[in-house]
């Protein structure tokens, strides 16, 4: 990941769209009218080049990840996902799974950097499980490794044993530590350091390097080191007070699930995986939904929030990002939700009119 991008007068982009499968083209058909209407009030001007994955592409080409699909993503500046899989391709073999697309597309382009932003909104305390004064100003990024450690090791089991290798190099944790290092250059220059180096020796590679990373390369911001045992804790017990969270692979996989539950809903929750050019992918962190697809229903808000990523950092538009984020917010407040959240809720169209009408606002103002 390099700097992040500064607003410039480069106005065309290139992006890839990939709706998928279930719910995928439903929340992706969200992010292309919420596009249109930054075109027309913002002047940006996105190429968008709909591309197969998943699911949708093993139907019509046999491959997961067709040859087209990656030619795309390599000539355009960032790639939007909307889900892949379902229970049409439940039983396919192994090398006709949707997710296998998913997988080799992180690959493909080394995505090693997964941000995933939770952030509470008063509106929305009370669908989270937790009381609500827990979860006044949650403003927590997690920063994911997510090409290494025992995902991608050595692997083989026997009747009677198993083995996952969990090995990382000090290239691979210079790197993401250096993105979470921007990250919180760009919020409040803290980070905690996720890890179990009681007992660990990869655990005490990453504090060794991610340490000397911070101290030469980000002077003004302070790391501190916690367990994975303990911040699972405390990301129930006092979760504002993390700002960026960086961990290893596995540990990223548990505690971001564990702390999507402050949000209230699946379907409110944006990611991006980055790698070093700037490019990135960008999806909800929600499923293909087949028990609600073509209904309607789908929540698009975590779709959005991925627009409004893909914006900031893989394109350098913040001002866009912030009005799309702030358009977001204010329906929110004015109780505008799926129904998900609320059983008389609006249906997924609905919702994106308001966003869009509010961007329109805001623009206008
Ligand atoms: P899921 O996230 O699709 O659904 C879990 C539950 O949350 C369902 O009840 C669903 O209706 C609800 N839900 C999810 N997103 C929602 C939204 N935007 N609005 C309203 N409700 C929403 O997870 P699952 O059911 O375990 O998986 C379904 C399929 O999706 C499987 O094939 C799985 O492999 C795939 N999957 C894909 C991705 C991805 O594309 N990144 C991620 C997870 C699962």
Known sequence: MNEPLKKTDHRDYRVVGLPGDGIGPEVYACARRVLNVLEQTHGL?????????????????????????????????????GAVGGPKWDNNPADRRPELGLLRIRAEFNLFCNLRPIVTHPSLHSFSPLRPELLEEVDLMIVRELTGGSYFGKKWRNEDEAEDVCRYTREEIERVTRAAGRIAGLRDNRITLVDKANVLETSRLWRS??????????????????????AAMHLLTRPSDFDVMLTE???????????????????????????????????????????????????????????????????GREAEAQALEQSIHECWSAGILTRDLRADGCSTNEVTDAVCERLTGLAAV
């Open 45 to 81: 001007c996105i190429q968008l080049d709909e591309q197969k994955i998943g699911g949708d592409a093993i139907d019509a080409t046999g491959d997961p990840l067709p040859q087209a699909t990656i030619d795309a993503c390599r000539a355009s500046d960032a790639a939007l996902l």
């Open 249 to 315: 692979n596995l540990f990223g996989d548990i505690l971001s699930d564990e702390a999507s539950m402050l949000c209230g809903s699946l379907g409110l929750l944006p990611s991006a995986s980055l790698n070093h050019e700037q490019f990135g992918l960008y999806e909800p962190v929600h499923g293909s939904a087949p028990d609600i697809a073509g209904q309607g229903k789908a929540n698009p808000y975590a779709m959005l929030l991925s627009v409004a990523m893909m914006l900031r950092h893989s394109l």
């Open 209 to 230: 390097v991610a340490s000397r990373v911070i101290e030469e390369e980000f002077p003004g911001v302070r790391m501190e080191n916690m367990y994975v045992d303990a």
